[in-house]
């Protein structure tokens, strides 16, 4: 029994040490807009707080560079998305500061 119940929590710690996100491989299309980026690359894990307000951003990056830099490199909870280049990564960036809240 004990074998078993360390065999569970092993399978239910799996998720939490790899990480959410549509997957570390996602590029997006070259056209897509911020928000669809945003929609299919981050949602998983950071549900839009309403209809107006994408997520809520600390002073430290609340900047482009420093989200561009975030989602490109990861941390220790969620996956770097390093195909998120360019014009794409600046799109997703915008949209990010234009919807998010900042405290």
Request: hydrophobic fraction near 45%; charge should be positive.
């Amino acid at each position: 029994m004990k074998i078993k119940s360390n065999f569970v929590l092993a399978m239910l710690a799996i998720p939490i040490l790899v990480g959410c996100g549509a997957g570390r491989d996602y590029t997006p299309q070259a056209d897509a807009s911020g928000e669809k980026i945003f929609s299919t690359a981050c949602t998983e894990c950071h549900k839009p707080l309403s209809a107006n307000v994408a997520m809520t951003l600390s002073e430290k990056v609340a900047n482009k560079e420093a989200i561009i830099k975030k989602f490109q490199s990861g941390s220790m909870r969620m996956p770097a998305f390093k195909n998120i280049q360019g014009e794409a990564a600046d799109r997703l960036a915008e949209y990010i500061l234009a919807n998010s809240e900042v405290k």
